[in-house]
Nanobody, 122 residues
């Protein structure tokens, strides 16, 4: 069964850290690019950060220097390390996969996870 399962969301204070995980199954993990997208209430879903099949990464300016994406092909898992979190990072975070090998927009993703809530608040 093809699926992506996110975990690791929660409530954190501003300046804190969280690590999200995305466990993939049912497809050839090594040849997919993975991205993390987020959607805040009343806003459109936006791309945050992604990693190509060869390990190259791309990210939006809003998370530069704070978020890091990595992949463990042996465990079929993608990670999002979020540091120095800000209230504006509050959103539902989604993991997505595309078979295009390189990072691409939300409309080109083949699979989506169910999302995990991240709330940054004091």
């Amino acid at each position: 069964q093809l699926q992506l399962v996110e975990s690791g969301g929660g409530l954190v204070q501003p300046g804190g850290s969280l690590r999200l995980s995305c466990a993939a199954s049912g497809f050839n993990f090594d040849f997919y690019a993975f991205g993390w997208f987020r959607q805040a209430p009343g806003k459109e879903r936006e791309g945050v950060i992604c990693i190509d099949g060869d390990g190259s990464t791309n990210y939006t300016d809003a998370v530069k220097g704070r978020f890091t994406i990595s992949r463990d092909n042996a465990k079929n898992t993608v990670y999002l390390q979020m540091n120095m979190l800000k209230p504006e990072d509050t959103a539902v975070y989604y993991c997505a996969a595309t078979d295009e090998y390189y990072c691409s927009g939300p409309e080109r993703q083949n699979y989506w996870g169910q999302g995990t809530q991240v709330t940054v608040s004091s």
